[in-house]
């Protein structure tokens, strides 16, 4: 039996915040004490843990290891590495980058900092010669992020599209299951815990925009922040629109999608990120992705296509991807290495929303009579948007139109909206929905 021996001094943790994720950290770095030291080759101890309130109840968590001083972790000469989980962009940023300065190496789940402040911390931690690892901040226990960075690094990413808030996807699987509307759905994902008391981070898309952010940085090379990303959240989604969409064969996903754009027949020039409702044909694999869980779909120009799933959030499945980062720079430290550092070589330019292309779902009211459908298709044709197909319900004085079209710019579909709200026989555009997953 080959047993890896323990090469060195024990290496000291210090833990900045500790709520659903840090008290899972805390609990497993103590149960899985002897695993997690023959894995990484030296005891790994939790020696200081930072928060506001040390009079918190924290079973199984020793009191005497609380702090409310933040900075007596990242200034101890004692500690190595560093747990950042207490989330928000300040003091967390300051801390960081002041642990890294120290010589420390650094784990975070902080998808709101990286998505900020990604690029200065990873230049930061390559200054200093010290690891920065971050896997728990994208879907939670998937490991995405380093098979981007190491797995698929020799190969070339095209797009990456995947469904990276576990809320939302609850949210929308309720709606598409139940019939439910969004604020009865909302209350019940509340009720369950998976949405904040305040859920704008998750319905709004900002949490899938960070998310999408990072995703795009590490897969094309370049520096993406959260205000690159084109979002809309899933709020205007009615139970009306997940109906029509079921019964033409679709599910709505909240979608986070980083993609190259062909420019000028050259690849590659520029990406776009957006974060939006999308329709999925129902045998689409992103399309069966139920409740609060997370994939994401990766398309490489070698591997092809590529899927990851699991849980994105919760205590213990973000902790076992931050162990996992905790282990790997134990073991780049009895190496004498470091792991793989950011490259944003590539410096691609992030292309307005208007350049993005797909297709789209047009519902709208109009008048029932003859020679509606050919004015409303003159509208697309007059901006160049293909129709793909047409439904018609309703009877009487009004009728409801469904569109589908082709594959169109935002900037040409955004000017028929325009104009189709402009006509006379359109008494309102209830809802345009993008479309994804239909092979061209
Ligand atoms: P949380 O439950 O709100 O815990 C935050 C912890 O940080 C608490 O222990 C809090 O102390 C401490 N803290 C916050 N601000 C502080 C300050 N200024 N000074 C001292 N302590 C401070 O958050 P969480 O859900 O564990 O999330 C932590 C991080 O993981 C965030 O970046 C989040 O985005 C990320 N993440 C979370 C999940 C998830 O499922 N929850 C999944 C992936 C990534 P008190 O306990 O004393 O209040
Ligand atoms: N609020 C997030 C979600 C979890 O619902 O996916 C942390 O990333």
Redesign the pocket.
Known sequence: MFERRLLGKPLNVGML??????TEVARLLVANQQDLAARAGVPLTLKKI????IS?SRPGIPQELFT?D?ASIVDDPDIDLVIE????IE?AHELILRAMKNGKGVVT????LLAKHGAELFHASDLADVDFYYE??VA?AIPILRPLAESLVGDHVERVMGIINGTTNYILTKMHESGSSFKDALAEAQALGYAEADPTADVEGFDAAAKAAILAGLSFHSVVTDEDVYREGITGITAEDVKVAKEMGFVIKLLAIAEANEVHGSKEETITVRVHPTLLPQNHPLASVREAFNAVFVQCESAGELMFYGRG???AP?ASAILGDLVAIARNRNEGSLGPTETDYADLDIAPIGLARTRYLIRMHVADKPGVLAAVAQVFSANAVSILSVRQSGRGEHAELTIMTHIAPESDLANTVKDLKRNEVVTEVESVIRVEGIPA
């Open positions: 915040g500790c709520g659903h994720v840090g930072a928060v506001r309130d918190k409310t933040l989980v207490m989330g928000g003091p789940a902080n998808k709101a728990a901040a939670g959030a919760g205590g973000t």
